[in-house]
């Protein structure tokens, strides 16, 4: 059975996206199947793993993304599933075991336009739909956006853990907590609709503190999370084992040079000169797993000595 985490934080900002990206990456290249969930509607995982050309195509189309199979007789969960999403620019893939669940602007028409059924709400046939391949894969990684409306209950329904992307700052904390607050009444409002074999339903695990800037001294930001921690844990409002994960990720430029190439950090070659970003977001990957992960071979991509020119986004 696989592992379904939802990363998630109501504050914005916090590198949501490039956690969730680059611990999926460094779990593949560790030989683990990974399904990355997308249900962000502004598509970064989307964008960044399938490169702008071809998430512009399906943006364009109104199709093969995860807003289809809410739309009667359109897609299946199944079909839209992007296999193998990293690729070189050449369209050989470069990243096995790494799969997307893509999706592009018009998820918005969740929240708009989608008017769910009383007796088969949203999140449950998302999560009926996803179970009919949950098992092809390890870990199931939902990159959720921060708010707690349709698209987050998608996959805050379907995991069965929580982890939380944070910066060492007051506004970290404070959505943390109103995360939660919104968290245990959507368990309460859902709760009619799970099963026994769906599992637990999801609660924090654990708390990542991201972006680090250096001679940055996070220890009182750390003491404050882990105090709250400790409260939500009295009130069993976070899972019993809940903690701030030891393994934390620096700011490095190489994390948006790696956007802009169209690949996770892992496969940037010359992690040397950027203080081997890399192995935190490896370190993560292990800790999160429980064991110490074993890297394969893949190839790596050359930065370029000038940045690439942005792309446009075609919109519909």
């Given at each position: 059975?696989s ?12 590198g ?17 199947r990974v ?5 962000d ?7 960044w ?28 969960l ?24 893509p ?19 949203h999140?449950?046939l ?7 391949i ?37 506004l ?12 245990m ?14 599992g ?13 800037k250096?001679?940055v ?9 882990n105090?709250r ?18 393994s ?6 190489i994390?948006?040079?790696a956007?802009?190439?169209g ?11 950027q203080?081997?970003i ?10 999160i ?17 000038k940045?690439n020119?942005?792309e ?5």
């Amino acid at each position: 059975m696989s592992r379904k985490i939802a990363f998630l934080n109501y504050k914005g900002g916090v590198g949501k996206t490039s956690l969730t990206v680059n611990i999926a990456a460094a779990l593949a290249e560790s030989g683990k199947r990974v399904l990355l969930v997308d249900l962000d509607t502004q598509s970064n995982s989307s964008i960044w793993l399938m490169r702008l050309e071809k998430w512009n195509r399906i943006n364009m189309s109104n199709k093969d993304m995860i807003y289809s199979i809410f739309v009667p007789g359109e897609q299946r969960l199944p079909d839209i599933v992007v296999k193998d999403v990293v690729k070189d620019q050449s369209g050989k893939c470069i990243l096995p075991g790494l799969d997307l669940l893509p999706t592009t602007f018009n998820f918005i028409d969740l929240e708009n336009e989608y008017v769910p059924d009383p007796y088969n709400p949203h999140f449950l046939l998302f999560y009926k739909q996803l179970q009919e391949i949950e098992d092809q894969y390890d870990f199931i990684l939902f990159d959720c956006p921060p708010n707690f409306l349709r698209a987050t209950q998608l996959g805050v329904f379907a995991a069965n853990e929580m982890i939380v992307p944070s910066n060492p700052d007051a506004l970290s904390l404070i959505g943390f907590t109103l995360m939660v607050e919104k968290l245990m009444l959507f368990h309460k409002r859902s709760s009619g609709f799970r099963k026994k074999e769906m599992g637990s339903p999801a609660y924090v695990r654990g708390i990542i503190f991201n972006a680090i800037k250096s001679n940055v001294d996070i220890s009182v930001s750390v003491m404050r999370m882990n105090m709250r921690l400790k409260q939500f844990i009295r009130q069993r409002f976070v899972a019993p084992d809940a903690q701030v994960f030891k393994s934390r990720v620096r700011d490095a430029t190489i994390v948006r040079r790696a956007v802009s190439l169209g690949i996770p950090v892992n496969l940037v070659a010359g992690q040397d000169t950027q203080a081997g970003i890399a192995n935190d977001f490896r370190a993560l990957a292990s800790e999160i797993g429980g064991q110490e992960l074993t890297q394969r071979d893949v190839p790596k991509v050359k930065v370029p000595e000038k940045p690439n020119q942005p792309e446009e986004v075609s919109t519909p």
